[in-house]
């Protein structure tokens, strides 16, 4: 059996680990991997065809706790303990709650002291007993008249609710708390740059937090401005980005075989790599010969993706050039987002005009993906990964093709 501190507004945890309020949906998931002995049959719950209305949800059904992830920023908002038999609990270092000791309004105020009394809920038949980032909710069963104020002697807690805030109903997922960081980089957004023709690169917001541990008492989180362009060189992305978690080399070009080239079937002497950032969603390709970046992948990670999980989620948002009917021939701005729908995404930029390419993934131990099919679409120098409820999976940007000679498109010295 689990046994946990519990830390209004802040956390549950142990000496070994902890699931943080806004800590990142995939840390959650390391810890139960990393402890898959102890901590047995976790749920993943989420909504396939609407995965934007509800919560992301861990259910630790062998313990009792349910993990509430933010559906749109994938940070942790809200734990419920809701089996309270399944765990023992901790406050300040002493039991409220285990084998021994009954979660019962009497032991709750002695740990936690009474601030004002219980919110009864007639639809629910529940007492909630509420304190800043806690909430406790009592079960009255087995009372014909339920009091106004006061929760009966004896009643027991039913479920516990750790948050931010005052409110259960109204609170949010908090920032990421600096011992998430670990080393990495964040993006907090990212925005595609772009001329007439179609994208020229990204300028990332980038979130950063003292490195070593030494140095966490004081430490801060930092935000930074970096862009990166089509045609940048290795030393460029390095420079500005920091190494990358994974260095990837294409086996195989699959889109080969659309190419206009007779020689498609010749294997090439080296292969394109990609720089994997993973906690920035974002991939970036170079080519094997000029070394200069010929493509950036951006990844959404919605849950029900093949690819779910692997990266962070990407917030972009991309600049689209419409060009109106009519009298000089307006062009009018609208706005791209990691959240936008494919049928959206048409009604905009009007149908491809080329049947998708089906994109079947699956892992080379089992040849099933169990998820089902994507389809691609290339619209305006962009290809829109599509998943079956109508959400962008992930977007590719190319970039026309530019020597080395050539300038940057914009004096970047501010990013450097």
């Not at 994938?74 to 270092?93: A, W």
């Not at 008249?145 to 004896?154: L, S, V």
């Amino acid at each position: 059996m689990l046994d946990l501190e519990v830390v209004p507004e802040r956390s549950l945890g142990n000496e070994q680990w902890e699931f943080a309020l806004g800590m990142p949906f995939s840390q959650a998931i390391s810890i139960l991997q990393k402890h898959c002995r102890i901590i047995k049959n976790v749920q993943v719950l989420y909504s396939e065809q609407t995965p934007l209305s509800h919560d992301l949800i861990l259910n630790l059904t062998q313990d009792g706790i349910k993990l509430l992830f933010d559906a749109t920023n994938q940070r942790l908002k809200v734990i419920e303990v809701y089996d309270l038999s399944k765990v023992k609990l901790k406050y300040c270092g002493v039991h409220f709650n285990s084998q021994a000791i009954a979660p019962t309004i009497e032991q709750i105020d002695q740990s936690f002291g009474a601030t004002h009394p219980g919110v009864y809920n007639a639809a629910e038949q529940l007492f909630h007993l509420n304190f800043r980032g806690l909430s406790f909710s009592f079960q009255l069963d087995s009372w014909n008249e339920a009091p106004k104020y006061e929760i009966p002697h004896g009643a027991m807690v039913k479920r516990m609710h750790i948050y931010t805030g005052n409110n259960l109903q109204e609170t949010r997922a908090p920032t990421m708390p600096l011992a998430c960081f670990l080393g990495n980089i964040y993006a907090e957004c990212v925005d595609v740059l772009r001329d007439r023709a179609g994208p020229l690169g990204l300028k990332l917001r980038l979130l950063t937090a003292g490195c070593g541990l030494s140095v966490m008492a004081d430490a801060k989180v930092r935000s930074l401005e970096r862009s990166i362009f089509f045609g940048d060189s290795c030393q460029d992305v390095l420079g500005a980005l920091g190494s990358p978690h994974k260095v990837f080399y294409k086996s195989e070009d699959k889109m080969k075989i659309h190419s206009p080239s007779p020689h498609k079937q010749v294997p090439s002497k080296c292969n394109d790599y990609f720089f994997n950032y993973f906690t920035l969603g974002v991939d970036i390709l170079f080519d094997s010969t000029t070394h200069l970046v010929k493509k950036f992948v951006l990844h959404t990670n919605y849950p029900g993706h093949y690819n779910f999980n692997i990266y962070h989620r990407c917030d972009f948002k991309i600049p689209l050039v419409i060009k109106k009917e009519g009298a000089d021939s307006q062009t009018e701005d609208c706005i791209l987002t990691t959240y936008s729908k494919w049928d959206q995404i048409q009604e905009l930029l009007g149908h491809p005009m080329e049947k998708p390419v089906v994109l079947h993934r699956s892992s080379s131990a089992n040849n099933t993906n169990p998820f089902g099919s994507t389809f691609c679409f290339g619209l305006q120098r962009m290809i829109f990964e599509v998943m079956q409820n109508n959400h962008i999976a992930s977007v590719t940007l190319y970039g026309a093709p530019r020597t080395t000679s050539q300038a940057r498109p914009e004096s970047s010295s501010s990013s450097h």
